[in-house]
C-alpha cells in the first residue's frame, strides 16, 4: 500500500488490465500519487466514472 499524506491508497497489478502500457508506466512513477487514485477510482466506480466523463463532454460541448 502506498501512503500520501492524507491518502491510503492501494493498488493490485489486475487493477491495470484496462489501462494500456504507456499510462500504467506513467501512473507507477512516484510522481503520480493523483494520477493513480484516480484511476485506481474510475477502476473500481466505472459507472460513476462514465457518469461524470459524460457530464464533463457536455460541460465541454457547450463552452
Known amino acids: ?8 491508497i492501494s493498488f493490485r497489478p489486475e487493477d491495470f ?7 500504467a ?8 500519487m493523483i494520477a493513480r ?4 477510482y ?3 466506480n466505472k459507472e460513476d466514472f462514465k457518469r461524470y466523463l459524460m457530464k464533463k463532454a457536455r460541460t465541454r460541448k457547450n463552452d
Do not use: R
Open 25 to 32: 508506466e506513467f501512473v507507477t512513477s512516484n510522481k503520480s
Open 17 to 23: 488490465s484496462a489501462v494500456d502500457s504507456l499510462t
Open 42 to 44: 474510475a477502476l473500481e
Open 37 to 40: 487514485e484516480a484511476i485506481h
Open 1 to 8: 500500500m502506498a501512503e500520501y499524506k492524507n491518502f491510503n
